[in-house]
């Protein structure tokens, strides 16, 4: 028995592709056999495995539980809910790693695996590991006494969740965008002093009102006129599986990712002065500025959910953050990106601060920058492409900080270009303190992609 996997869902941070294309129950059956081979071969037995709301999920999830049976390994699981309750469910239960079955952000034609291997991210090298194994058929067999067993985890993830809660009462919106996150969500708002009004928690995946992606703004649009109707505080947005958090003030303005981590860093760094707080490439120079302000140690890591969390365990760090909306808590919690937890902490960082939202958000520099720009290029150039900046950049003495592509600091502000992990896309952004600077800005990248023979075209899909 081998198996071989399309070579596109073999991904940097997790497995993921369009079913009945490039991801199916072979697939799947293939990830559990390698998944639970490994973890006997390291001294592990139990699995848990969770699923997003995602309509291709049961199928995968039989297929999975199918493949980790056979090779041996005995599996828990823990129904449908967000990604971060898996998380939750691997740090908390008997169990040895966990599989959660998500599309994440992705079209609702997309699934996917995300895994935890003995408390540790489970990604790159480790997934191709995975694509050699099926390839060669080097897996374990059982011996047959394998057992399948549920866990009702929901009340006591939710529990957790508002464990210790001490944030005070505000009016608050809340969008799940037909996600895996709205039954929790639900079950959250009651335990909450306030006034809560939630849109979208039915699962749904097909996902019929929006796409769960808060980082683009077009997607937060029910949120903001529920806000203003209501009159609320602020709303808060979950991704497809609950582990992005998007974030309006009271005007309806969005609380970028980097602009949440500024203000999540002020109520850690009181408990824990002087610690490391890390963000990736994309994050704002104002973050950086503001953690050392508040006398913490910024650090800037590489994009990546996987990435982020491994650097945090490094560094001890006991909160970082992506401009993705992925936040990350060691403070009291596991380490693991959980927008649940994250929402329930701004809340607490809120009422910590003293100020509104809207205030807080009026208060930050107020900086020009592009959105996360996606253009298309081809796979074989994309790193190169970004070597070739950095190397001429170099050459011309120019301040570049290497830590995941080219960040590049200018009198005017800073730009960013980076190849990503998981498309054939380069993505760049750019930031400066009035739209003349940036203008200058993206000159430059322009300049750049021009001399390895790129024109920044069409922006891609996510």
Aim: charged fraction near 25%.
């Amino acid at each position: 028995m081998t198996h071989r996997f399309d070579p596109t869902s073999l991904r940097e941070y997790d497995i993921r592709g369009i079913v009945g294309k490039t991801l199916g129950p072979d697939d799947a059956r293939a990830i559990g056999r390698g998944f639970a081979t490994l973890l006997r071969r390291a001294g592990g037995r139990r699995v848990a495995v969770g699923r997003d709301g995602r309509i291709s999920s049961p199928m995968l999830e039989a297929a999975l539980i199918e493949g980790l049976t056979a090779s041996g390994c005995d599996v828990v699981r823990t129904g449908m809910g967000p990604t971060p309750m898996l998380y939750y469910a691997e740090a908390t239960l008997e169990v040895d790693g966990g599989i959660q079955i998500t599309g994440s952000h992705n079209p609702g034609n997309y699934n996917g695996f995300k895994m935890v291997f003995q408390h540790r991210s489970f990604f790159g090298q480790d997934i191709q590991t995975l694509g050699k194994m099926a390839a060669e058929g080097d897996w374990d067999e059982g011996d047959g006494t394998e057992t399948v067993t549920d866990a009702d985890i929901e009340d006591l993830y939710v529990g957790r969740l508002v464990a210790g809660y001490a944030g005070g009462s505000y009016k608050i919106g809340w969008d799940a965008g037909n996600g895996a996150a709205g039954p929790v969500i639900e079950k959250l708002v009651k335990l909450l002093p306030g006034e809560h009004h939630t849109l979208f928690t039915d699962v749904d995946g097909n996902f019929p009102n929006h796409h769960p992606d808060p980082t683009e703004e077009k997607n937060l649009a029910d949120l903001k006129k529920l806000v203003a109707e209501k009159n609320l505080d602020f709303g808060l947005a979950f991704d497809g599986d609950g582990d992005r958090l998007g974030a309006i003030d009271g005007q309806g303005r969005v609380v970028w990712g980097d602009q949440l981590l500024a203000i999540l860093a002020e109520p850690v760094l009181r408990i824990d002065p002087g610690a490391t707080i890390i963000a990736d490439v994309k994050a704002s120079q104002a973050l950086y500025d503001r953690i050392a302000e508040l006398g913490g140690n910024p650090v800037m890591w590489k994009t990546g959910h996987s990435l982020i969390k491994t650097k945090m365990k490094e560094t001890g760090a006991p909160l970082a953050g992506e401009m993705s909306g992925h936040i990350f808590f060691a403070q009291d919690y596991y380490g693991f990106d959980d927008a649940q937890y994250a929402a329930i902490r701004l809340i607490q960082a809120v009422h910590v601060i003293g100020k509104s939202l809207t205030q807080i958000k009026d208060e930050m520099p107020a900086m020009v920058n592009t959105p996360e720009m996606r253009f298309q290029v081809d796979e074989s150039r994309k790193f190169p492409v970004v070597e070739e900046v950095l190397d001429r950049l170099e050459a011309d003495g120019a301040e570049v900080d290497r830590t995941d592509g080219a960040r590049v600091n200018t009198p005017d502000g800073w730009w960013l270009l980076r190849a990503s992990n998981t498309q054939d896309v380069l993505v760049a952004r750019a930031e400066a303190k009035n739209q003349e600077g940036l203008d200058r800005l993206m000159a430059q990248i322009d300049d750049q992609l021009a001399k390895s023979g790129i024109v920044r075209g069409e922006q891609a899909a996510h």
